[in-house]
């Protein structure tokens, strides 16, 4: 049977600039590209500051879930990769409060050490998969 993905445009030049898509719907999944905290020319955002880094990614990953028709309520899981796992820890109540704040319930995560990621400075990528309604 032939795939009938759909893909969500949400950072044109950076998705041209990376040969990537941030988010592709197939079926009711919606699966999203990894997240670090950059703003919209990919530039890293909150160096050193993983609490920073947590709220830029999480904004990021509600604006890519926002142009698919979805929000947190629909994430179901989440690889998060870091270089720092002592502060992933200490700073994992910022993401909490963002899926409480968002109504939402936690989705299974797994966390994954790494020495490095794509983009310098950046402590933390998350990597999230979202079931949609319907």
């Known amino acids: 049977m032939a795939r009938h993905d759909q ?22 999944t919606l699966y999203l590209a ?6 919209d020319r990919f530039n890293l955002v909150g160096a050193g500051d993983m609490e920073a880094q947590i709220r830029c990614i999480y904004a990021r ?6 142009a698919a028709g979805a929000s947190l309520l629909n994430v179901v899981s989440e690889t998060n ?6 502060a992933l ?6 993401r ?6 968002a109504g939402a319930a936690m989705p299974v995560a797994t966390g994954v050490h790494v ?3 794509t983009l310098a400075g950046a402590m933390l990528e998350v ?6 309604d319907g």
């Open 81 to 86: 990769y870091t270089t720092d796992s002592p």
């Open 96 to 101: 909490a409060e963002i899926y409480r704040n």
């Open 34 to 39: 990894g997240l670090v905290a950059a703003d």
């Open 115 to 117: 020495p490095s990621l």
């Open 127 to 132: 990597h999230a998969t979202a079931v949609l």
């Open 89 to 94: 820890t200490k700073a994992a109540w910022v």
């Open 7 to 28: 893909v969500i445009s949400v950072y044109p030049e950076l998705e041209k600039r990376f040969d990537l898509s941030y988010a592709v719907k197939a079926g009711n």
């Open 61 to 66: 990953l509600q604006k890519v879930l926002g």
